[in-house]
C-alpha cells in the first residue's frame, strides 16, 4: 500500500486484542515476511522487563531484520489499577534492594532510565558491569548478538489529561493538570534516545515543543540529531462528524470508557482524504517526520486502503 513502517503495540497484560500479543516476536515474524518496511513498538515498556534480557532481544531483531527496527518506547498509560498489575506481574525485582513491585511501580520513572541506560550500552560495548539503583552485574556481553550500530529508539513523553479523569490517562490525573498537556522529562529524549514521539498536540504547539528538545540537545549533546514523531489515530470518511465519532469508538473499544470528548478532539485526525492529508502537512510543517497512525475504526484494511489510495499521495515528502 506504500507505508514505510509498521508499529505494534505493548500491552501485556489487560488487553483482549492482538495488542496483547509480544511486540518483538510478532515484529520477528513480520521481519522474515517482509524485506523493506521499518518495524516499530509505538510504545514498548522497558520497565517491566529484564533490560539485558531485552537488549539481546532487540539486538537479534535489529540484526536479522537488516536494521529496519525501531524501538519506541515510553512509561505507558491506563488506569491505575492496569499499570500497577503489571509491576505485579511482570516486573523483575532488582536484586539486593529489598524493593516490592508497588516500590517498583512508585520509582517506575527511574527503572524506566536505567533499563535504557543498560540496553544502550550493552549495544554500544563489547562487554560491561554495571552498579545501578535497580540493576547490578558484572562482565555482561551480547557476544555475536551485539548490533552492528546502536538501534534508533524513540521515547514517548507527554500527554493530556482531559478536563474529567477516564480514558487512557485516569491514573495520571489531578485537578490542578485537568484539561492540560504536560511533556514529561524531555531530558530522557536527550539522554537516552534518538527522537522524540508524543501524542495529543496540535502543530503549534508541536513545532515549540520540538524547538525545546533541539535547544536541550544543542546544549548537552551538539554533535546528535533526533527525529520527530507524532501518534494519531486516524479515520477516514467523508463526514468529518462520523470520522470523528469513529476514532472515538474505537477508544472506547480499547481503553474503556470513559473516553472524553476533548481527548478524541486532540487526538482524532478525521474527514474526507484531502482534509487529513492538508492537518498532516501542517505537522510536517511543524517539524514531524515520523506517523504514527493507528486506524481508528473496526474496518482496519478498508481504512488503510482508504489512507493509501486518498492521503498518502497529498503528503509533503
Known amino acids: 500500500m506504500g507505508f514505510d513502517a509498521i508499529w505494534v503495540h505493548d500491552a501485556m497484560m489487560g488487553r483482549r486484542t492482538t495488542a496483547a500479543y509480544c511486540p518483538v516476536t510478532t515484529l520477528a515474524s513480520i521481519a522474515g515476511q517482509t524485506k523493506r518496511i521499518?518495524?516499530?513498538?509505538?510504545?514498548?515498556?522497558?520497565?517491566?522487563?529484564?533490560?539485558?534480557?531485552?537488549?539481546?532481544?532487540?539486538?537479534?531483531?535489529?540484526?536479522?531484520?537488516?536494521?529496519?527496527?525501531?524501538?519506541?518506547?515510553?512509561?505507558?498509560?491506563?488506569t491505575p489499577t492496569l499499570i500497577k498489575r503489571e509491576f505485579e506481574g511482570l516486573a523483575v525485582l532488582k536484586h539486593d534492594t529489598g524493593l516490592s513491585p508497588a516500590d517498583l511501580y512508585a520509582q517506575r520513572g527511574k527503572v524506566f532510565d536505567e533499563c535504557l541506560d543498560v540496553m544502550r550500552r550493552l549495544w554500544q560495548n563489547d562487554k560491561i558491569s554495571y552498579q545501578g539503583e535497580y540493576f547490578r552485574f558484572n562482565e555482561i556481553t551480547l557476544g555475536h548478538a551485539r548490533p552492528r550500530g546502536v538501534p534508533p529508539v524513540l521515547i514517548a513523553s507527554g500527554i493530556y489529561f482531559p478536563r474529567e479523569p477516564g480514558g487512557p490517562v485516569h491514573h495520571g490525573w489531578k485537578e490542578n493538570i485537568a484539561g492540560k498537556w504536560r511533556s514529561g522529562n524531555l531530558n530522557r529524549v536527550i539522554?537516552?534516545?534518538?527522537?522524540?514521539?508524543?501524542?495529543?498536540?496540535?502543530?503549534?504547539?508541536?513545532?515549540?515543543?520540538?524547538?525545546?528538545?533541539?535547544?536541550?540537545?544543542?546544549?548537552r549533546m551538539p554533535e546528535k540529531r533526533y527525529l520527530p514523531a507524532f501518534n494519531c489515530f486516524m479515520n477516514v470518511n467523508e463526514d468529518s462528524r462520523r470520522g470523528w465519532e469513529g476514532v472515538r469508538d474505537h477508544l472506547v473499544d480499547f481503553h474503556g470508557p470513559p473516553i472524553q470528548d476533548d481527548v478524541v478532539?486532540?487526538?482524532?485526525?478525521?474527514?474526507?482524504?484531502?482534509?487529513?492529508?492538508?492537518?498532516?502537512?501542517?505537522?510536517?510543517?511543524?517539524?514531524?517526520?515520523?506517523?504514527?497512525?493507528?486506524?481508528?475504526?473496526p474496518d482496519q484494511f478498508g481504512q488503510m486502503r482508504q489512507i493509501a489510495e486518498g492521503v498518502l499521495p497529498l503528503i509533503k515528502r
Open 38 to 78: 521499518r518495524l516499530c513498538t509505538g510504545i514498548l515498556t522497558p520497565q517491566v522487563r529484564n533490560p539485558v534480557q531485552l537488549a539481546n532481544q532487540w539486538a537479534t531483531l535489529y540484526e536479522l531484520s537488516d536494521h529496519r527496527a525501531i524501538m519506541g518506547v515510553g512509561m505507558g498509560a491506563g
Open 191 to 219: 539522554d537516552y534516545a534518538d527522537g522524540w514521539i508524543t501524542v495529543h498536540l496540535s502543530p503549534v504547539e508541536y513545532a515549540r515543543y520540538w524547538k525545546q528538545i533541539e535547544a536541550i540537545g544543542t546544549k
Open 265 to 297: 478532539d486532540r487526538w482524532a485526525i478525521a474527514g474526507p482524504p484531502e482534509q487529513i492529508a492538508a492537518r498532516l502537512n501542517e505537522y510536517i510543517d511543524a517539524g514531524v517526520r515520523i506517523f504514527q497512525i493507528v486506524i481508528g475504526s
